[in-house]
């Protein structure tokens, strides 16, 4: 495996992503190309490198940092919208000539997955990790959800070394999750290394949360496709994410035993391997 550092200035952001290029066993001129989004706050090479260490079936991979969250930024100081995260995505693809690949997005980068395919489309493959807007078929649940990151990214973004804000969005995200205060510290000082862009990131998938709440609580996957959910997650999470598999033509849905919001940090080996297995058959 090659590793290669991109660094580029596109129209609206100074870029940076891993690539990640493996030598191809099939018989075929065009790559297999995987994109993986990282989710709020924490850059993407920290957040995927264990799954890709086992990814096999792809024969180049993609991890860009979102603006504000590592090496990249937005040229332009507004407060970012979702929509200006699927054009950085976007601007970044179209500078290395992606045309055609498979995503995975975690957490706020399934969001902008979902974001990204139904503004641009692809013949691909999705995986989604916990995305918010899979929170729940309730819309008002939905809602209280946004509501409660909108709360965290205010006081991240009034005092960025508030640990007891980032503790309560780690309550919000994983409330039943094993507790471990050497973990909940190393993964709060992860999150202050960038914590404009997290309280940013936050507060954009609350306000598109918010302002489609309907269409995703509703929402049927056009694409074929995983979404993961932790086995410890929540309960509405858990039930959206089986009625997504139950109403789509072509979704799985994958429960990761003893798993919560952090599903990819901890468990990459089982994502990786359900990841290779429907890349397999295609």
């Known amino acids: 495996m090659e590793k290669h550092q991109i660094n580029c200035r596109t129209s609206g952001c100074e870029q940076h992503a891993l690539l990640l290029q493996y030598p191809s066993l099939r018989e075929t001129s065009a790559p297999r190309r995987l994109l993986l ?45 979702l929509s200006d995260y699927v054009l950085q995505i976007r601007e970044l693809c179209e500078a290395l000539d992606w045309t055609e690949f498979d995503i995975a997005g975690y957490s706020f980068g399934g969001m902008v997955a979902v974001r990204y395919l139904q503004q641009y489309g692809s013949r691909c493959l999705c995986f989604l990790l916990e995305p918010a ?40 995200v994983s409330p039943q999750r094993t507790r471990n205060d050497k973990v909940d510290r190393l993964t709060i000082a992860r999150l202050q290394e960038n914590a404009q862009g997290f309280a940013q990131a936050l507060r954009a998938v609350s306000q598109m949360l918010l302002d489609d709440c309907a269409t995703y609580a509703g929402w049927i996957a056009p694409w074929p496709g995983i979404s993961f959910v932790g086995g410890l997650s929540h309960a509405t999470m858990l039930g959206r994410h089986r009625l997504l598999a139950e109403q789509s033509a072509d979704w799985q849905c994958h429960v990761v035993d003893n798993a919560d919001h952090s599903l990819v940090f901890t468990k990459p080996r089982t994502i990786a391997k359900v990841m290779n297995e429907r890349r397999q058959r295609g």
Request: glycine fraction near 8%; charged fraction near 25%; charge should be negative.
């Open 37 to 81: 989004l990282h989710g709020a706050g924490v850059p993407g090479e920290v957040t995927w490198t264990y799954v890709a260490n086992y990814l096999h079936e792809w024969d180049e991979i993609l991890i860009p940092d979102f603006a504000g969250m590592g090496r990249s930024r937005f040229l332009a100081d507004t407060p970012p919208r």
């Open 133 to 172: 807007m899979l929170f729940s078929a309730d819309c008002g649940k939905i809602r209280q959800k946004a509501d409660d990151y909108l709360t965290v990214a205010d006081r991240v973004e009034q005092n960025p070394q508030d640990a007891d804000a980032y503790f309560t969005f780690l309550e919000s």
